[in-house]
């Protein structure tokens, strides 16, 4: 059996993701075999200090050691290991990079936002999607945001923006960057009919959960709202203990619900689909593309 893997060293979360590449004359797909996700949260570092503290690397170092054992027991033969917008701001971010390199001995990429959102839409969710509809796909992460629109299945425009779940509870997002999100989105959407939502991220995967909707219906404003309302009504400790939320999930729920209802809002959207796939996905289906698997 083909395996590859993916990890994804975000800014509020560290995953990897092992899948079995299955073959046939027409196309290559996969089944995920192992899913690893360690809340390291790099961003809380990252955005206030530029710096990742000596306690996260050696937790990261831990964690990639990790990541190698189970990618050598799975016998991985080929993996993608992406940094995102935390270590892309650490200003010691290179040296993390080498460090990983010498001491666990992972190849580790910090890309630019654009190449995060690319990897993002590797996915291809459009294809399975109503080719009437336009779409705005939406992932939302601890650091960035990352945007793409579609029309009739093609990429229409995509980009990154500096806003996420961490960032937002760190206070270190910033409003010129809200207005230029608004401006990029209002720009590309405006002239769009029957345009629908795509959102990606563990909070909107978590929200869909609550949503208690069928898997193949989308999650409306309304019900989003509605949700977005009922987990402010509760304190911290409450979403925790209350609404059965890990610790690391009940407080940047907050602040991703604002980010994918702003948006829905100044798109028009009123639906959104949540497929269930995000970063590492994305990676895996670039190794698939990359290495010709047919």
């Known amino acids: 059996m083909l395996r590859y893997a993916a990890i994804d060293i975000g800014s509020n979360a560290v995953r990897l993701l092992i899948a079995d590449i299955a073959q046939n004359e027409k196309n290559a797909d996969f089944k995920k075999s192992t899913l690893v996700r360690v809340p390291l949260r790099l ?10 503290s000596a306690k996260k690397i050696e937790d990261l170092l831990k964690t990639m050691s990790a990541f190698k054992n189970l990618m050598d027991v799975y016998q991985v033969s080929k993996y993608l290991a992406c940094a995102t917008s935390a270590m892309r701001e650490a200003k010691n971010g290179k040296e993390i990079v080498a460090l990983v390199k010498e001491t666990v001995g992972i190849d580790l990429e910090i890309i630019e936002g654009q190449r995060e959102a690319n990897i993002i839409y590797a996915n291809h969710i459009e294809q399975h999607l109503d080719q009437r509809k336009s779409y705005l796909y939406i992932d939302v992460g601890g650091g960035s945001t990352e945007l793409s629109v579609f029309v009739n299945k093609k990429p229409l425009a995509s980009k990154s923006f500096n806003i996420g779940t961490i960032r937002i509870l760190d206070n270190q997002d910033k409003q010129e960057t809200w207005d230029d999100m608004k401006v990029w989105v209002k720009k590309y959407t405006h002239d769009l009919k029957h345009l629908a939502g ?29 949700l977005y309302n009922e987990l402010n009504s509760f304190s911290l400790k409450e979403r925790i203990t209350v609404m059965k939320l890990n610790p690391d999930r ?20 009123k639906q959104i689909y949540v497929p269930k ?8 289906n670039l190794l698939i593309e990359e290495n010709a698997v047919v």
């Open 43 to 52: 961003g809380d570092d990252a955005f206030l200090d530029q710096q990742i």
């Open 277 to 284: 796939v995000g970063m590492v996905d994305g990676i895996i």
């Open 198 to 226: 795509i959102g990606t991220g563990g909070n909107i995967n978590k929200l869909f959960r609550m949503s208690n909707e069928r898997e193949d219906l989308p999650l409306s404003y309304n019900k989003l709202n509605s």
């Open 250 to 269: 009940a407080d940047v729920i907050i602040p991703a619900c604002e980010i994918y209802l702003t948006l829905m809002k100044w798109a028009g959207v």
